[in-house]
Every structure is written in C-alpha cells, then in structure tokens.
C-alpha cells in the first residue's frame, strides 16, 4: 500500500520496485532457451543487459533522490541501535526480566 510511504519519497520508492521488477526482467529474460530453428533466433543475452543497464539507472536515481551513498564507503563502523519502549512489549503480568523479577517490581 503506498498511503504509508511519505509523499516526498513516494517517486523514489516508485524508482526502486521499478528497478527490482527491470532485474526480474533480466533473469526471465536469460532465462529463455534458443529456438529450434537457426533463422528465429533472438539476442535475449542483449536484452537482460539492456533490462539489467536500465535498472542500475533507476536505482542510482532511487539514490540521489533519497540524497544516500549507493555503496557506503565504511560499512563496519555503522552504527547499530534500536529505540523502543519495553513495557509496549512485555506486559507485567508474569514476564520475569533479565535484571529483577516480577515479584520485586
């Protein structure tokens, strides 16, 4: 459902499953065998590249829209958190925590 993607990124996201389904092109598109007859044969290897060039394009305009690296220089020194409140999560009711158990709260 795209009601829940903001409105300025909505075309970015747009670019982005195009992007996703031009690959799925490519590999349908390698995918298919030869023809039984010589004459009838088609390039299909030109025409996953052309799918697979077109998708690169979109994705990297994916990028520039959304102002982020598409290949981020220092992928170890990232850092990793999540916020969230844990009474959401775990109810008191009978839920022992790491620290102190329910009986002591």
Do not use: W
Request: hydrophobic letters at 35%.
């Amino acid at each position: 459902d795209g009601s829940t993607v903001p409105p300025m990124d909505f075309y970015a996201v747009c670019d982005y499953a195009a992007s996703l389904c031009l690959e799925a092109m490519a590999a349908r598109a390698s995918q298919i065998g030869d023809s039984t007859m010589g004459a009838d044969t088609v390039n299909y290897r030109s025409k996953a590249q052309e799918y697979l060039s077109l998708a690169a394009k979109i994705r990297k305009r994916y990028y520039n829209q959304l102002g982020i690296e598409e290949t981020p220089a220092n992928v170890e020194n990232r850092a990793a958190i999540s916020v969230g409140n844990l009474r959401n999560i775990m109810s008191t009711a009978g839920v022992d925590r790491l620290v102190h158990g329910k009986d002591t709260r």
